[in-house]
Nanobody, 124 residues
Framework: QVQLAESGGGVVHPGGSLRLSCAAS????????MGWFRQAPGKEREFVAA????????RYADSVKGRFTISRDNAKNTVYLQMNTLKPEDTAVYYC?????????????????WGQGTQVTVSS
């Protein structure tokens, strides 16, 4: 079992930055691939970024590549999403998710555990 809790969301102007954190509990965190997804009002949940169990490999959605960075600290059972140069279209509820496998997945159905989400609003 893995329990996840996101934090760090908020309201930011276009061009600004935010850092999301996801604290995990459970003994399987260090062997789990971790992902970030987001869901805007009226839209389906979409993949944002993912990391292998040790952070050795990462993957990003084209829409955030070069602006967002996923990282993890297994000693702290925490995964991060650094978001720079934010745009209004980045506005969404952001969720972190844990996979039972150590390898990256980019589909929501590949992840078994989810946090409650944190709201990110990019607005002038």
């Amino acid at each position: 079992q893995v329990q996840l809790a996101e934090s760090g969301g908020g309201v930011v102007h276009p061009g600004g930055s935010l850092r999301l954190s996801c604290a995990a509990s459970g003994r399987t965190f260090s062997t789990s691939a971790m992902g970030w997804f987001r869901q805007a009002p009226g839209k389906e949940r979409e993949f944002v970024a993912a990391s292998t169990w040790n952070g050795g490999s990462t993957r990003y959605a084209d829409s955030v590549k070069g602006r967002f960075t996923i990282s993890r600290d297994n000693a702290k059972n925490t995964v991060y999403l650094q978001m720079n140069t934010l745009k209004p279209e980045d506005t969404a509820v952001y969720y972190c998710a844990a996979r039972l496998l150590p390898f990256i997945g980019s589909k929501a159905e590949e992840y078994s555990y989810w946090g409650q989400g944190t709201q990110v609003t990019v607005s002038s």
